[in-house]
């Protein structure tokens, strides 16, 4: 039956949440009379976000999402529209097993009443959303983007965030944010403040501003995983004659604001120059996926930091550490070639602190 309350809702759903899911949950009852398609469809909605975080494009983000799930790197390949994405864990049906409630921290008590639902179908019905949506592609002015995928726009624009998305037959260019404001969503007064005074629950237009500023303050989520950019650690040159590849290794500030990486962690640039610092006196190796024998090794290094750039002359918005690759494996040689690999990682060790 149709909750007629938020307080009615399971109390397994999080409180930031309950109102999302008894909407959705009572609109697809309305239409089909159907308990457990209006439950698997409200379970959708609330998760989306989440299982869209997953999903990645290379290898390497996969296996840090997987170890940073306690899967111990395992990850498996999907396809969508013959591209390839990498999810954490050895198969589909074990990462869908990992957000049963068990293992979301339910308590089986609290989900005894919950009408009955196949949890697993819903999340299929889930991914299966995001694959379409996540990495649909678009013509912009004569730019191929990725829709529903928000990206910093560049500095000196008057909006801090732009996003492109399909408005009927065209795709249309939608910014928001002030530059100037910072998104204090961690902070469960204030997120609750703007949320109910932009009537954050209503807002479903995609082609609004307000429905993706209201998407920066939702709960459960971080500025950094909606806005997860393709280009960060890019390979952005290849010397085909030397095999040297260069990029970003690391960025640690973008626009002046800390990077979060997959594992939710920050690192400060000064902390990074000194460890990459210790780093090239002597190890330089690079190895794949940070395991296994060596491939290659680093042969150009530059620490990037506001300070080394104003006194060079040099223009960035990011701060971090830019690589000379030299690739020494045929193999993976190939595969760069290929953009089967097309992107940097580092690893390392490090004692964390509460920021």
């Known amino acids: 039956m149709p909750y007629s309350s938020v ?10 949440k309950r109102s999302q899911f008894r909407q959705v949950f009572n609109s697809v009852f309305a239409e089909t009379k159907d308990e457990g398609k209006a439950m698997a469809a409200a379970y959708s909605a609330i998760k989306k976000a989440a299982y869209a975080n997953d999903i990645f494009t290379t290898e ?6 997987s170890m940073d ?12 529209d013959g591209q390839a994405v990498y999810m954490p864990a050895e198969s589909h049906e074990e990462y869908l097993a990992y957000y049963t409630p068990e293992n979301e921290g339910m308590a089986s008590e609290e989900a005894e009443d919950e009408p009955t639902v196949d949890r697993m179908e819903a999340l299929r019905v889930v991914i ?4 379409k949506s996540d990495f649909a592609k678009a013509e912009y002015q004569g730019q191929q983007v990725t829709l529903n995928k928000p990206r910093r726009t560049p500095k000196g624009d008057n909006k801090k965030f732009e996003v492109f998305v399909q408005d009927g037959g065209k795709v249309k260019r939608v910014t928001f944010g002030d530059p100037n404001m910072e998104i204090r969503r961690d902070d469960p007064k204030a997120r609750a403040n703007f949320r109910a005074r932009h009537s954050c629950d209503s807002k479903k237009d995609k082609t609004s501003a307000g ?6 303050w939702e709960a459960d989520t971080t500025v950094s995983e909606t806005t997860k950019a393709d280009e960060a650690m890019k390979i952005i040159k290849i010397d085909e004659d030397q095999r040297i590849i260069y990029g970003w290794a690391s960025v640690t500030t973008y626009n002046g604001e800390l990077v979060v990486d997959l594992q939710g962690d920050v690192i400060k640039t ?14 330089r190796v690079g190895k794949l996926n940070h395991s296994g024998e060596q491939v290659g090794q680093i042969v150009h290094s530059f620490p990037m930091s506001k300070e080394i750039c104003a006194a060079l002359g040099i223009q960035s918005d990011k701060e971090g550490w830019i690589t000379g690759y030299h690739v020494t494996d045929d193999a993976l040689w190939d ?4 953009g089967d690999y097309a992107e940097f990682s580092i690893g390392g060790r490090a004692q964390k602190q509460e920021f």
């Not at 390497?60 to 999402?65: D, L, M, N, T, V």
């Not at 799930?69 to 969508?80: C, E, N, P, R």
């Not at 902390?271 to 002597?282: A, C, D, R, V, Y």
């Open 60 to 65: 390497g983000e996969a296996r840090a999402r």
């Open 7 to 16: 307080s009615d809702v399971p109390s397994s759903i999080p409180e930031g």
């Open 128 to 131: 299966s959303e995001i694959l």
């Open 270 to 283: 000064d902390t990074l120059h000194k460890s990459i610092n210790e780093f090239m006196k002597g190890v």
């Open 69 to 80: 799930m306690g899967l111990d790197g395992a990850i498996h390949v999907s396809t969508y």
């Open 335 to 338: 595969k760069v070639k290929s």
């Open 211 to 216: 429905y993706w500023s209201c998407r920066m």
